[in-house]
């Protein structure tokens, strides 16, 4: 069997990015540039402008008493000229007009009336943003390598620009299958339990900065389950299927997988998630998920998420990772490194993880509370108290 980081270096190999689109800024949150550099066309500012609402002058000519010849509001376009013994009153925003070199702020003036100020002694350029202090025309500004926060759009838009080439969100088709499903929202008959894992794996598709297509609910039926992974993979990017991945008698997913197209791997060290297989059907990248809902998301954050990410251009699982120190003993299969489901808080010493609720694989409760995956190494029998291992923190930290 493979190990998570061989698996995943496989399916990373196989990555190909999406192509891009032209989206308007009020659309681009969340979405992935093609470039994360962009070359200032501009100056931000575009001009020397005033940081407070005060009043405009030369620094020579503080303190005193100086006259007022005007005013200039945000927006301004006839500016007049401040020469020696003169100010002009300001308002925040508005562009610094010729002469002035500082200006005083409001409260620290004071207005003597009959058109006169009195300004203390102040240093040049004292509440001024000069031309440029942000940007200058010709640097090369760097985003960061994530999608675009509202930061990050700010910027582009200060530059001047209405919109920006974003990687297409991958269409994921997603695929559960069992005779035992029946959808959420409806009554269950006799055997039957909800089908947790296609809303769970639309939302997490959603988070990885893909776009969900749930396919039609298939059950242990080969040539029914066929059909739909043909249709899954002629018409999306990235094919996730869910059960039917073991060696059951009604395990038929992965078998639809090789005749259909190619199976890369089968089974991987992990705990939980061991019956995962990844191949291909029609050139499309499949990713055979356990039936197990918690096998399914966990194995989705280690796979599935980083392939997600890949096609966009984005670079790891852009999660945090950290070392906690573990508080209580928690059991697992030697045989396989296991992504325990705990819940991370800061001691005072460091970070601190406990389990967040029953670790089976079947036991989502657990890893709805949880807010990191905290990896015990395989050869372990247990997480021991008191010792560090590293978390892959998904959730928010308190």
Request: proline share 8%; charged share 20%.
């Amino acid at each position: 069997m493979l190990s998570v980081e061989e698996a995943r270096d496989r399916i990373l190999a196989t990555v190909r990015p999406t192509e891009a689109e032209a989206v308007g800024l009020e659309q681009a949150a969340g979405r992935v540039p093609v470039s994360f550099e962009v070359l200032a066309a501009v100056d931000v500012p575009p001009f020397a402008n005033s940081a407070m609402d005060g009043f405009a002058l030369r620094a020579a000519d503080a303190p005193g008493e100086l006259r007022l010849i005007g005013e200039v509001a945000a927006g301004s376009r006839l500016l007049p000229r401040v020469t020696q013994g003169e100010a002009v009153r300001i308002a925040t925003g508005a562009p610094l007009p010729p002469g002035a070199d500082t200006v005083v702020a409001i409260e620290d003036a004071g207005e003597m009336g009959e058109g006169r100020v009195r300004v203390p002694a102040v240093a040049a350029g004292t509440h001024v943003r000069p031309a440029g202090g942000d940007t200058r025309a010709g640097d090369r500004v760097a985003l960061p390598a994530e999608p675009l926060a509202p930061a990050s759009i700010a910027v582009l838009a200060s530059l001047g620009l209405g919109e920006v080439s974003v990687r297409r969100r991958p269409v994921v088709a997603i695929l559960s299958s069992g005779d035992e499903l029946a959808a959420p929202g409806t009554s269950l008959e006799p055997g039957q339990i909800h089908d947790a894992n296609s809303a769970a794996l639309a939302a997490a598709v959603v988070e990885g900065g893909g776009e969900p297509w749930l396919l039609p609910r298939a059950p242990d039926d080969p040539a029914v389950i066929e059909r739909v992974v043909a249709q899954g993979a002629a018409d999306a990017d990235l094919l996730l299927a869910s059960g039917g991945m073991s060696v059951g008698r009604h395990d038929h997913v992965r078998g639809v997988i090789e005749r259909l197209g190619a199976l890369d791997f089968w089974r991987i060290r992990v705990q939980p998630g061991k019956p995962l297989a990844f191949g291909s059907v029609a050139g499309r990248p499949v990713i055979g998920l356990p039936g197990n809902p918690v096998s399914a998301l966990v194995t989705f954050e280690l796979f599935g998420r980083p392939l997600l990410r890949a096609m966009l251009g984005l670079p790891g699982d852009g999660r945090l990772h950290l070392s906690a120190c573990l508080e209580e003993h928690l059991r697992k299969d030697p045989a396989r490194p296991a992504y325990l489901r705990v819940t991370v808080r800061r001691g005072p010493d460091g970070w601190l993880a406990r389990g967040a609720g029953g670790q089976g694989s079947a036991q989502l409760r657990g890893l709805a509370a949880a807010n990191a995956l905290l990896i015990v190494p395989e050869g372990e029998p247990a997480g021991e108290a008191g010792r560090t291992y590293d978390a892959l923190v998904t959730g928010s930290l308190a």
